[in-house]
């Protein structure tokens, strides 16, 4: 799998696999047309793995067979988890929108995106907050661990 490295350093939160088991619906902010990019790859694998993806881009009418919206501003439904594929300098906007998402469970920053202030955002809200990790691979490792 190219879309994320599998790190054996990190260890799957016990909370993260239940927050994985409960959701239904991830909001893919980022979520590239392109086959080869990682977030397409990384939705694709969730997708197939039962979750409904909602994609959030500027270009395309649909991405993964599914409708996109341009911003979390469009979503008027209540989504599980906003997975966020942005440089962290981009994210607290994004993060402020998602933490007030009807329904919202987790803010998830993608690997290699970090933002103390998006950190800060999502703890001030109560919202279950991960960045810098791969939410495939947790997926995988939950999975692997019997907890999904």
Do not use: W
């Not at 300098?89 to 933490?99: L, Q």
């Amino acid at each position: 799998m190219s879309a994320c490295e599998l790190p054996s350093s990190k260890k799957t939160e016990k909370k993260l696999c239940e927050v994985l088991k409960e959701s239904k619906t991830i909001v893919v902010v980022g979520l590239s047309p392109k086959e080869h990019r990682a977030s397409n790859q990384v939705a694709k694998y969730m997708q197939e793995n039962g979750y409904k993806i909602i994609p959030v881009y500027p270009r395309e009418e649909t991405i993964l067979g599914e409708k996109v919206y341009r911003s979390l501003d469009e979503i008027d439904f209540e989504v599980d988890i906003v997975d966020i594929f942005r440089k962290g300098e981009d994210t607290p906007p994004i993060v402020e929108k998602a933490v007030k998402m009807p329904g919202i469970k987790c803010v998830f920053l993608q690997e290699g995106v970090i933002n103390e202030k998006s950190k800060e955002i999502a703890e001030n809200a109560g919202v279950y907050y991960v960045e810098d990790r791969c939410i495939m691979v947790d997926h995988i490792r939950c999975k692997n661990e019997g907890l999904l």
